[in-house]
């Protein structure tokens, strides 16, 4: 999809039970949900990926994002290139059909958005963002934060969120599983029939996720949305959706900034975002 625009969610074809709360958890707990074009995704349900958010530029989808706290969101450096005045920015929250949206949707102006300092360009490392909302949000049961993983935690396997912009009506949030792969090992998949003149390097701070085979990843949509994995009773932000050499191609799994190599950006940023390091390799 070549380092274009997201909003994201992946599980899937393996094993997997949906079931529902019949109360809402905590207000102030991460990562917490009601359980129940991506590509070779399925749909959502409403309220299922709760800090799931739509980036909109001048009315438009452009990327996903997800909730961390209160008035701050995370996403993709990329999602906003120099050109575009951030006026013209806002932020769908609790949606999850695009065209159809719901009352308890809400829109927020942005107020200022801060790109990590070691981010210069598309496929760089540090493609991340931190969205500061004009106001701050009131927990919902489809408006709730994801968990940050501190630095110490790694994951075998995560959950991507996402819809891709050229979805059919009503644009219903897409979801599926997807094995994380190691970063030597996506190095040597991205090799196989390289183009000489691609410049993309996987750096040390991205993760990858996907099959050998392809056929399941993110699409045009799903950038800066959330690579999602469950710890205990919790959801962390694995990471977030950057860039990939077309939607589900062979040998091309799809390339995330792993957001635990950023933490003390964060924290310094956001002095009162959750932080969690339950279990290092945890999985779904």
Same mark, same amino acid.
């Given at each position: 999809?070549?380092?274009?625009?997201?909003?994201?969610?992946?599980?899937?074809?393996?094993?997997?039970?949906?079931?529902?709360?019949l109360l809402c958890p905590p207000a102030g707990t991460c990562g917490s949900a009601i359980m129940g074009r @991506?590509?070779?995704?399925?749909?959502?349900? /409403?309220?299922?990926?709760?800090?799931?958010?739509?980036? &909109?530029?001048?009315s438009g989808h452009v990327c996903g994002g997800s909730l961390i706290s209160p008035q701050w969101v995370i996403t993709a450096a990329h999602c906003f290139p120099p050109e575009n005045p951030i006026t013209d920015y806002e932020v769908t929250l609790g949606a999850f059909q695009l065209s159809s949206p719901t009352a308890d949707i809400k829109v927020v102006g942005v107020e200022q958005v801060i790109k990590n300092p070691s981010y210069?360009?598309?496929?760089?490392?540090?493609?991340?963002?931190?969205?500061?909302? %004009?106001?701050?949000?009131?927990?919902?049961?489809? @408006?709730?934060? @994801?968990?940050?993983?501190?630095?110490?935690?790694?994951?075998? &396997?995560?959950?991507? /969120?996402?819809?891709?912009?050229?979805?059919?009506s009503p644009k219903t949030l897409q979801q599926l599983e997807v094995p994380v792969i190691g970063l030597e090992t996506c190095r040597c998949l991205y090799k196989i029939n390289?183009?000489?003149? /691609?410049?993309?390097?996987?750096q040390d701070d991205m993760m990858c996720a996907?099959?050998?085979?392809?056929?399941?990843?993110?699409?045009?949509?799903?950038?800066?949305?959330?690579?999602?994995?469950?710890?205990? &009773?919790?959801?962390?932000?694995?990471?977030?959706?950057?860039?990939? /050499?077309?939607?589900?191609?062979? %040998?091309?799994?799809?390339?995330?900034?792993?957001?635990?190599?950023?933490t003390a950006w964060i924290k310094q940023i956001i002095p009162a975002v959750e932080m969690s390091d339950r279990g290092s390799g945890a999985g779904l």
């Open positions: 999809w070549s380092l274009k625009t997201f909003w994201m969610a992946k599980i899937g074809e393996g094993l997997f039970l949906f079931y529902s709360l @991506i590509v070779g995704g399925t749909d959502a349900q /409403d309220g299922q990926w709760p800090w799931q958010v739509s980036l &909109n530029f001048q210069t360009d598309e496929g760089s490392g540090g493609d991340l963002a931190l969205v500061k909302l %004009k106001e701050s949000v009131t927990y919902t049961r489809t @408006i709730r934060p @994801i968990c940050l993983p501190s630095a110490s935690v790694s994951f075998p &396997n995560a959950h991507g /969120d996402g819809s891709p912009v050229s979805l059919p390289a183009n000489p003149a /691609d410049s993309h390097v996987i996907g099959y050998a085979e392809g056929k399941k990843d993110a699409c045009q949509g799903d950038s800066g949305g959330p690579l999602s994995c469950r710890v205990g &009773n919790a959801w962390l932000l694995a990471g977030v959706v950057s860039w990939g /050499d077309a939607c589900g191609s062979p %040998k091309r799994p799809g390339v995330y900034t792993r957001t635990s190599a950023h």
